[in-house]
């Protein structure tokens, strides 16, 4: 990609952020995308290639703990890091390239990060696009795991366990599985400290929805086995946004942006900021 820069930013308590900054020649809008846990940027190179090709900057960070970033893997002290994380990273951006006509795009993790946002910083934000957002999980942890992460937060945080996400879970696209299976920076665990971090999120999250207003679009995995299709749909529901919208993609898998027909959630999310530019 010749229309890329990549770089480091210093984020929250100096944690190194690495970043991606994909540039079109003459861009419509600007996208500011977060990914999920245990993944990184380079999963949505064709992603950010596809947009820009379109006329769409797309920015995207690796968050911390993930991929080439700072931080201990897939570790955080406090879900409010990452918000403050992203705060850093958003006027970076439009610092060095503009604050053109910005949406926030993100998937699972990052969907709940970036509403987490919201509720803590005010940003103009021409829309928020959530894939399959981690609002309540569908993975089933067992009551004595959940137990243990609970009680190691306060002794050790940082102390890790298995996330039990395989990757054939997230997509039916055998080439992302066996390009990612084994790539040393793609983390099949959490800490406790992030586990407990994320579930008392999601609860306020859910809590808060009635409480969202900007343009809001929910695009949800009709077969998630990851995360909580349901709850997806309720907090589209309870969303006070006079512009939302809400679609199910029956049958696709977690991660609807590396399923086999992903260019259909492409064009969707495309029409979508374009008609709010």
């Known amino acids: 990609m010749n229309n890329e820069i990549i770089g480091f930013v210093d984020g929250y308590k100096g944690v190194k952020l690495f970043y991606k900054a994909c540039l079109a020649q003459q861009p419509k809008a600007k996208v500011i ?6 993944e990184y940027t380079e999963k949505y190179a064709y992603f950010a290639q596809w947009f820009v090709d379109k006329g769409i900057d797309v920015f995207m ?22 918000a403050k994380d992203l705060d850093i990273f958003i006027k970076f951006t439009d610092k060095g390239w503009g604050n053109k006509k910005t949406f926030l795009t993100a998937h699972s993790l990052g969907a709940l990060i970036s509403v987490f946002y919201t509720m803590r910083f005010t940003y103009d934000f021409k829309g928020l696009i959530l894939c399959s957002p981690c609002f309540k999980l569908r993975l089933k942890i067992a009551p004595v795991k959940a137990w243990f992460a609970a009680q190691l937060y306060d002794m050790l945080g940082n102390r890790s366990f298995s996330s039990h996400i395989k990757p054939q879970m997230a997509t039916h696209d055998r080439q992302i599985i066996e390009k990612f299976a084994k790539d040393p920076l793609m983390h099949h665990f959490v800490t406790a400290s992030f586990f407990v ?14 409480d969202f207003k900007m343009p809001l679009a929910v695009l949800q995995a009709g ?19 006079q512009d939302k919208e809400f679609k199910l993609y029956r049958g696709f898998y977690h ?5 086999t027909k992903k260019e259909e959630v492409f064009i969707d999310i495309y029409d979508w900021i374009i008609k709010r530019c």
């Open 33 to 38: 995308f977060l990914h999920g846990a245990g």
């Open 61 to 82: 960070p690796d968050l911390r703990g993930h991929g080439r970033s700072g931080g201990a893997a897939c570790h955080v002290d406090n879900f409010n890091d990452y």
């Open 197 to 210: 971090e994320m579930n008392k999120a999601m609860k306020i999250a859910r809590r808060a929805a009635g």
């Open 223 to 241: 077969h998630d086995r990851i995360c909580d299709s349901k709850a997806a749909e309720r907090f589209y529901e309870s969303a006070a946004s």
């Open 255 to 259: 991660e609807l942006l590396n399923e």
